[in-house]
């Protein structure tokens, strides 16, 4: 008889249950948090990769030696500056050398009014494709419009050029937990060349290797 009583009580005792319960979804309560810090620390990146990119348009827009009597030239040495300048820019939590592709193109404006891609400096060991053209693409019995996704496409005005820069930047996961697809992060930034330069092309500097996309 008392042993009855005595799974009856326990049998409607609920002292254990919230801590049942909290033990047995702990686990998911842990997925979810990593997965919050996992995406936040996605989208923290991508936002450094997308300012990475402005600024080196914005810089590459404004590159060249200053001078009255012509357009300012621009030179390998120039380039090799900017490239540099993203790595510190990009601190250590971010290896643009080892992890990215960077390409850095000049989009200009033929005589008879296409678009063309003049030339193309690249940095990063990543292998990555240029999303919207290659050297020479316009001027090689190829055509486009421009550069850039439909909804911003940039043109290049008469006598001007436009520097786009494309980032391909492969994403490390804190825990491993993000999809495959998220972990190729790519971004773009496009600046108008500020002041009159010589497009002719990039001039060459003693001991400085053209960082060609080949």
């Not at 030239?73 to 250590?92: R, S, Y």
């Amino acid at each position: 008889m008392i042993r009855r009583r005595s799974l009856r009580a326990l049998c409607r005792d609920r002292a254990g249950v919230a801590a049942v319960e909290f033990a047995l979804s702990l686990p998911l309560l842990l997925l979810l948090m990593t997965l919050g810090i996992e995406y936040t620390n996605y989208v923290l990146t991508r936002k450094k990769i997308s300012e990475i990119a402005a600024l080196l348009a914005d810089n590459a827009s404004r590159m060249g030696d200053q001078s009255v009597l012509s357009n300012k030239p621009i030179t390998e040495a120039e380039i090799q500056d900017l490239f540099e300048g993203a790595v510190l820019q990009a601190g250590n939590q971010i290896d643009l050398p080892q992890s990215s592709r960077i390409i850095l193109s000049s989009l200009e404006r033929k005589s008879d009014g296409h678009q063309w891609i003049h030339w193309q400096r690249c940095f990063g060991t990543k292998a990555h494709d240029p999303v919207f053209g290659r050297e020479g693409d316009g001027n090689n019995g190829t055509t486009i419009t421009g550069m850039g996704p439909p909804s911003w496409r940039v043109t290049a005005d008469a006598g001007s050029a436009v520097m786009f820069v494309e980032i391909s930047y492969r994403y490390r996961p804190i825990i491993g937990l993000l999809p495959l697809s998220l972990q190729d992060v790519t971004e773009f930034a496009a600046f108008r060349v500020r002041d009159e330069r010589d497009l002719s092309g990039i001039h060459s500097a003693n001991g400085v290797t053209p960082a060609t996309c080949a």
